[in-house]
């Protein structure tokens, strides 16, 4: 069976890239294959992750880069190159254009931290969302799966899981419960549904 050709643009730990390495290998994620990791950050430890996974890997640094605009004709550069079919933001921490998106309408997706639209949108990224969580004193939060289009966090919304919030909660602690019982779940499910709809579509 063909597959759809996933890159996996990540910034940091990489712990949702893993995610999607196990799903691939549990057969959670059948109708695409991971086949790219770029990373915007070159210390990120989302490298390894793809090194002892055999998966080749690119680094785009973006501090390296003079223009957000060089950035994006790197990261397409390499996209191209390998044959891209379908974009997964996995911890990725730049906000991509409008030029860029359009290149790949419907193929792309993110993870987010909380359930959109609640703390999302420009500045809401990492820790930083579960602090606003915490001090705006909400009982739920969770994480959204979503496809990205021109409004940060604004597309299509594909999967949510919500996850309770305890007395106790720190940041780091509320975090590692959402990544755990919600991110690492949903984000290799909808990459599945989305590469099974893009292959079906490739079909026509
Ligand atoms: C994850 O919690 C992800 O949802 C979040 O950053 C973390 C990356 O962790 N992404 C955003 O906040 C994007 N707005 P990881 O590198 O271990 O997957």
């Not at 790197?74 to 996995?90: M, R």
């Not at 949108?121 to 990492?126: A, D, H």
């Not at 975090?175 to 019982?181: A, D, E, S, T």
Request: charged letters at 25%; a positive charge; aromatic letters at 6%.
């Amino acid at each position: 069976m063909l597959k759809a050709k996933i890159a996996v643009l990540v910034s940091g730990g990489g712990t949702n890239l893993q995610a999607l390495i196990d799903a691939q290998k549990s057969g959670v994620i059948k109708s695409g294959e991971i086949s790219l990791v770029v990373s915007s950050n070159p210390e990120a430890y989302a490298l390894t992750r793809a090194e002892e996974n055999n998966i080749p890997a690119a680094i785009v640094s973006k501090k390296a880069c003079k223009s957000q605009q060089e950035f994006e004709d790197k990261i397409l550069k390499q996209l191209e190159e390998n044959e891209i079919d379908f974009i997964v933001l996995a911890g990725f921490m730049s906000i991509l254009s409008k030029t860029f998106i359009k290149k790949y309408e419907n193929k792309i997706i993110n993870v987010h931290p909380s359930l959109i639209p609640s703390f999302c949108g420009e500045g809401f990224y990492g820790l930083r969302v579960h602090e606003a969580a915490l001090s705006y004193g909400v009982k739920v939060t969770g994480a959204t799966v979503h496809y990205v289009n021109e409004i940060p966090d604004g597309g299509e919304i594909i999967l949510q899981k919500p996850v309770k919030i305890l007395q106790s909660d720190t940041p780091s602690s509320l975090q590692m419960r959402v990544m755990r019982h919600a991110e690492w779940i949903i984000l290799p499910q909808a990459t599945e549904m989305v590469a099974k709809k893009i292959m079906k579509s490739k079909r026509r």
